[in-house]
């Protein structure tokens, strides 16, 4: 039967099988041994420190947007002096976390899903199975644990930057000190904020590389299809990162407040 | 000039009569969704002969190729290869077994990312698992040397031409010594000269590294000037068989097509 005449609900529970299939099979091969160390350092290398710029200046502009953006409606209610303190929890909690996590899947996902595609389109990929090496462990494992690593690192980044763009904010219409605008920011925030904030990262980063992954990794023949792969890809990883934040933020307000 | 001027080293590729059997392929049926592929495909490969698949496009050459080293499993029948069935190996059996069993993509399937050098250290290091890098070293340099490429060692594959990424394709396949080769239309996209010039590496190689090889074509250049034997594919079945002199002369005008 043709792709095109199976129904879509009946397409949704194979390619849902797929991913469980391909999920097992990833953590199969993390526990193998025979762990892919200089592979897993250059994709660190080029998923982490080749994204600093852009995660960087997203961060930066975010952290200026939402300070002016807030500013009059606090001015009005004479909470001026809440500014760095709803900035911080802002960005630490979520902005931060989520945009972040976004742009990753834009930038990194559809990397991945194109790179993985073509190779599986040119070959290569099975030219690696045939030949008796391991691609799952070579391009998968290596891939999915270092946007893993790195996301969480980069999100880090991205909440110093955009707190600093925020204090640059701040300056713009009043004269608040470095120390003063930081001391608020870090008495406003607790380890409440900060854990799981973190740990969502985690699964942020995972989502980006498993989808980018998968997509990539099981596109059809023809060129067509690492398009495909990339566009399905970004698409993917951020519904998950959405959906992934929902339930993070159900989790911590079950266990904390 | 006769195939036999033009190739005089290729007699000494020829497999024996009572030579050990390496591969052998017994009622073979795959099918795609409703769509019948190979439908009672039997064959069978001598130790160090060449054996090449002739067939249209779509006739299931590829399908037969990919049952044997287990990139596709068939819905009947058996392909036995080295004496073990394909089938019935697990992870880590198929794993040694492809190990034996080089398999050249047509497009030569180069990791793009790699240099030449790193592709071909890529089986020695991941396969092989060596770690001695002077042997590894000695390894690269010695297959590259054997296709002609000594000198595209630290290229790019996108730097390299159709026919020098083929070359690298080989040597890649080698360079683990596999004592059965598939080729999946080597000479592709080629032009005649290169087309002849790859032709005749694989029967150097084939004489060098003492395989035995499949050979899916339909340059008939090619498969004259590598074929012990040939066999002709269409609709899923095997429609005539003979060394190359005895089916240029079938009375069947379907094989003799390939031959004009």
Known sequence: MSEQTIPAYKRWFEETGEQVSFFTAFFRNVFRGGFEWSEFVRQCYEIGYKSITLVGVTSFIMGVVLTLQSRPTLVKFGASSMLPLMVCVSIVREIGPVITAIICAGKLSSGIGAELGSMKVTEQIDAMDVSGANPMQYLVVTRILATTFMIPLLTMMGDVIALFGGFLAVNLADSTSWTLYFNKCINSITFVDLLPAFIKTIFFGFAVGFVGCYKGYNSNSGTESVGKAANSAVVNASLWIFFLDVLAVQITQLLFY | ?260
């Open chain 2, 1 to 260: 000039m006769s195939t036999a001027e033009k190739n005089p080293k290729k007699d000494a590729g020829k497999s024996q009569p009572n030579a050990e059997t390496v591969v052998e392929m017994h009622n073979v049926r795959k099918s795609f969704g409703d769509k019948e592929v190979l439908k009672d495909i039997s064959l069978s490969l001598k130790r160090g002969e060449n054996l090449v698949i002739l067939g249209r496009s779509g006739q299931g050459k590829s399908v037969t190729i990919k049952c044997i080293v287990g990139m596709l499993t068939q819905d009947e029948g058996t392909v036995t290869v080295l004496g073990e069935e394909v089938a019935e190996l697990d992870d880590k059996e198929l794993k040694e077994l492809r190990i034996k069993v080089g398999f050249l993509f047509q497009s030569g399937a180069l990791y793009d990312s790699m240099t030449v050098r790193e592709n071909l250290e890529f089986p020695l290091t991941r396969v092989l698992k060596m770690n001695d890098q002077e042997e590894i070293d000695r390894r690269v340099e010695e297959v590259l040397d054997s296709v002609g490429l000594a000198d595209a060692i630290d290229k790019m594959p996108s730097e390299l031409s159709g026919g020098m990424r083929k070359r690298v394709g080989l040597a890649r396949t080698l360079i683990v010594h596999p004592e059965i080769m598939l080729y999946d239309e080597p000479t592709t996209g080629l032009d005649p000269i290169t087309s002849r010039e790859i032709s005749d590496l694989i029967l150097q190689m084939q004489k060098k590294y003492k395989t035995s090889s499949i050979i899916i074509t339909h340059d008939m250049e090619c498969a004259e000037i590598i074929a012990d034997r040939l066999i002709v594919l269409n609709n899923g079945l095997f429609v005539a068989e003979g060394t190359y002199q005895e089916l240029e002369k079938s009375d069947k005008e379907f094989v003799r097509s390939f031959f004009k």
